[in-house]
């Protein structure tokens, strides 16, 4: 289900056309609740359910959201696919029904709808808001300590490796303008899961695009399961790993000045 391609309404004020993307696998516990909170906090924006054929029935809840709101969405993936496909359908879903900004969200409540307007307001004047948990204002609840120190310290291992800029690079809380998607190689992304928050972030970073961050609450699920799992975590360490050796290495082959080749 979706609008016509090419249709046209205002959005959200300065911004446009705004499309939330909540991928969802086995959500049927949280997916009427999220959906309904974004649409109070903002009722112009439009909203996809990408849902991964969840055998708990999600993807017929969302349909029947669907039938009963035509700002909800509903695109039928054939099978689990993982975070980072989901989003790339998303984006493209979006792209082609002419969207201005697309959002990332997590089904699971712990990206609170309630500060949404916050990043949407701050996309009038960026290219890419990261709904940050490591700046200053922001609050994570119900985490235990080893959760706190485990992202804290990915996220400090980021900045080194890649040498940008950004203090929640594995946040999932984001809007990226269509624009900035268009100067992102999305063909080009292979990740998933915390990884593919990351590839992003650096795609965007090496694209040039104007990255800010907005500081949120996050709040650990209450309802299903989690889909962090230890695969997910070596795959983004190591992908970290490789591309913060991958952009270094030209310049060293080409012999760029020490400020240029060495590590951050």
Known sequence: MGVAAGKRTAGHPGVGRVLVVIPTYNEADNVRTIVARVREAAPAVDI???????????????DRLSRTDPHVHVLHRQGKDGLGAAYLAGFAW???????????????????????????????????????RWTRGARV???????????????????????MPVS???????????TALDAIDLDSVCSQGYAFQVELSRLAHRAGVRIVEVPITFVEREHGDSKMSPLIMAEALWRITSWGLRDRRPSVRRGAPAELARWP
């Open 48 to 62: 996809l359910v990408a849902d991964d054929n969840s055998p708990d029935g999600t993807g017929a809840i969302a």
């Open 94 to 132: 979006a792209r082609q029904r002419g969207y201005d900004a697309v959002v990332e969200m997590d089904a699971d409540g712990s990206h609170a709808p309630e500060d949404l307007p916050a990043l949407l307001a701050a996309a009038r004047d960026a290219d890419v808001v990261i709904g940050s």
């Open 141 to 163: 609840l119900n985490w235990p300590l080893r959760r706190l120190l485990l992202s804290r310290c990915a996220n400090l291992y980021t900045r080194l490796a890649l040498g």
């Open 168 to 178: 929640d690079a594995t946040g999932g809380y984001r809007v990226y303008r269509t």
